[in-house]
């Protein structure tokens, strides 16, 4: 392979030029072996953040990232596969009850997830709530439990696109997180490298998501569905609305609690519709024929969740911990939820103990909010509205003071938007 100069390249970007095929595929190789520098790696990534990649750079610049590392391959499997991605939100545990339903409807779910930083929770963060459930499994263990039940979710390897994990961690200390081009290819190049051969994403938009206006998460769903499909991988996006938080609960246990609530035939209809909305699109993408409302009803899926709890050695009988300490936010007045901020719920649970500050954090397994209403509801004065848990007592105050205002009341009936407020193929 050639070499460049780093310099030449950053001055290139900078100046609004286009970068070759074999310029990105050498930075990507040598940023990933240390050859290009941390500090010369940000002054490009700023560069991008303002100047963009386009139509070519991007799927050269995702496939470079895929090639920094290992690529798994099910085409062993004697079933087709997909997967999921959530651009992340405010008690989005849709994945929990999705990869068993989706399973039962015969279509392998080989769902790599990761652990929560910030506002948004983490799948992993989640399902160790669990008494006993691990989320490191090998390559083989994966291949084997995806054969024998049809539905994995554990933590993705190191080997997947390491480029990605070393450019997202300097992203996210240089501020030029927020760029389109350089999220899409980190999503994908991760999403790619699975090895799935269809994939549906979830882009989340409003108060309590990533990209808080509509027209970005539109591009940003356009961009990545573009490159799935560049990559072969039949890739479908819904946009869907977070401005307020799904469900009934964000958390840890908690949010387990619920899931295993829509699996059992109940649960909040939020969770429920897209659950199901995201299941039949995963079903068309990797061509199969089934009605996953059916398998939801006959407890099918419950029957794959039990055998893909206990498969990774957790207990799907045990009793969730519950918190030591709760406190409850009472409704001010009567009348109907007319919004509930997404954000605020996020950084109440995030407060109490259930998210990170730093990678490094321990999480509290017991430790949310959960809420008795939402947009849409009718509540009464004095009635419960959130109630705040956590082990750690002296977390409530600040916790209480950032659900303060979060609710609003509206006098007169309120009606609750669509949740699925794009399809993007
Ligand atoms: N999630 C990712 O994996 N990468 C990004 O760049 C942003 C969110």
Request: proline content about 4%.
């Given at each position: 392979?050639?070499?460049?100069?780093?310099?030449?390249?950053?001055?290139?970007?900078?100046?609004?030029?286009?970068?070759?095929?074999?310029?990105?595929?050498?930075?990507?190789?040598?940023?990933?072996?240390?050859?290009?520098?941390?500090?010369?790696?940000a002054?490009?990534?700023?560069?991008?953040?303002f100047?963009?990649?386009?139509?070519?750079?991007?799927?050269?610049?995702?496939?470079?990232?895929i090639?920094?590392?290992?690529?798994?391959?099910?085409?062993?499997?004697?079933?087709?596969t997909?997967?999921?991605?959530?651009?992340?939100?405010?008690?989005?545990?849709?994945?929990?009850?999705?990869?068993?339903?989706?399973?039962?409807?015969?279509?392998?779910?080989?769902?790599?997830?990761?652990?929560?930083?910030?506002?948004?929770?983490?799948?992993?963060?989640?399902?160790?709530?669990?008494?006993?459930?691990?989320?490191?499994?090998?390559?083989?263990?994966?291949?084997?439990?995806?054969?024998?039940?049809?539905?994995?979710?554990?933590?993705?390897?190191?080997?997947?696109?390491?480029?990605?994990?070393?450019?997202?961690?300097?992203?996210?200390?240089?501020g030029?997180?927020?760029?389109?081009?350089m999220?899409?290819?980190?999503?994908?190049?991760?999403?790619?490298?699975?090895?799935?051969?269809?994939?549906?994403?979830?882009?989340k938009?409003?108060?309590?998501?990533?990209?808080?206006?509509?027209?970005?998460?539109?591009?940003?769903?356009?961009?990545?569905?573009a490159?799935?499909?560049a990559?072969?991988?039949?890739?479908?996006?819904?946009?869907?609305?977070?401005?307020?938080?799904?469900?009934?609960?964000?958390?840890?246990?908690?949010?387990?609690?619920?899931?295993?609530?829509v699996?059992?035939?109940?649960?909040?209809?939020?969770?429920?519709?897209?659950?199901?909305?995201?299941?039949?699109?995963?079903?068309?993408?990797?061509?199969?024929?089934?009605?996953?409302?059916?398998?939801?009803?006959?407890g099918?899926?419950?029957?794959?969740?039990?055998?893909?709890?206990?498969?990774?050695?957790?207990?799907?009988?045990?009793?969730l911990?519950?918190?030591?300490?709760?406190?409850?936010?009472?409704?001010?007045?009567?009348g109907?939820?007319?919004?509930?901020?997404?954000?605020?719920?996020?950084?109440?649970?995030?407060?109490?103990?259930?998210?990170?500050?730093?990678?490094?954090?321990?999480?509290?397994?017991?430790?949310?909010?959960?809420w008795?209403?939402?947009?849409?509801?009718?509540?009464?004065?004095?009635?419960?509205?959130?109630r705040l848990?956590?082990?750690?007592?002296?977390?409530?105050?600040?916790?209480?003071?950032?659900?303060?205002?979060?609710?609003?009341?509206?006098?007169?009936?309120v009606e609750?938007?669509?949740?699925?407020?794009?399809?993007?193929?």
């Amino acid at each position: 392979m050639s070499t460049f100069d780093v310099v030449d390249l950053i001055r290139t970007k900078r100046d609004g030029g286009t970068l070759s095929d074999d310029e990105i595929r050498w930075l990507i190789a040598a940023y990933t072996d240390g050859r290009v520098g941390d500090e010369q790696m940000a002054a490009l990534a700023m560069a991008i953040f303002f100047r963009g990649l386009d139509d070519r750079e991007l799927p050269t610049w995702t496939q470079a990232m895929i090639d920094s590392g290992v690529r798994m391959d099910f085409s062993s499997l004697s079933r087709p596969t997909a997967d999921k991605h959530s651009t992340g939100g405010v008690g989005d545990k849709i994945t929990l009850p999705l990869a068993p339903l989706v399973a039962a409807c015969g279509v392998a779910v080989p769902q790599l997830s990761g652990r929560g930083l910030g506002h948004t929770g983490g799948t992993l963060d989640k399902l160790e709530a669990i008494p006993g459930w691990r989320a490191a499994l090998s390559n083989e263990e994966m291949l084997a439990q995806l054969e024998d039940v049809g539905a994995v979710i554990c933590a993705a390897g190191s080997g997947l696109a390491p480029a990605d994990k070393k450019l997202y961690a300097l992203r996210d200390v240089t501020g030029t997180v927020e760029s389109i081009a350089m999220i899409s290819a980190s999503i994908m190049s991760k999403k790619i490298a699975e090895g799935t051969s269809a994939l549906v994403l979830d882009v989340k938009t409003g108060a309590g998501a990533f990209m808080k206006k509509r027209e970005d998460s539109d591009a940003l769903a356009r961009t990545m569905v573009a490159l799935g499909k560049a990559a072969g991988v039949n890739t479908v996006a819904l946009v869907t609305d977070m401005c307020a938080p799904l469900g009934r609960s964000a958390g840890n246990a908690v949010e387990v609690a619920e899931s295993v609530e829509v699996l059992a035939g109940g649960g909040p209809a939020d969770v429920v519709e897209l659950t199901l909305a995201l299941a039949r699109e995963m079903l068309a993408c990797a061509g199969v024929d089934a009605d996953p409302a059916a398998a939801l009803a006959s407890g099918r899926a419950m029957d794959v969740w039990r055998r893909m709890i206990a498969a990774q050695g957790g207990d799907p009988d045990a009793p969730l911990p519950v918190a030591r300490h709760t406190e409850v936010v009472r409704a001010a007045s009567d009348g109907w939820v007319a919004s509930m901020d997404a954000l605020a719920v996020g950084l109440a649970a995030w407060r109490l103990g259930a998210g990170r500050a730093r990678k490094e954090d321990p999480v509290q397994a017991a430790a949310g909010v959960t809420w008795t209403a939402s947009v849409g509801d009718p509540v009464r004065a004095g009635q419960e509205l959130f109630r705040l848990h956590t082990d750690d007592a002296d977390r409530l105050p600040r916790a209480l003071e950032t659900l303060e205002g979060a609710v609003a009341i509206s006098r007169e009936p309120v009606e609750r938007g669509p949740l699925v407020l794009g399809r993007i193929t």
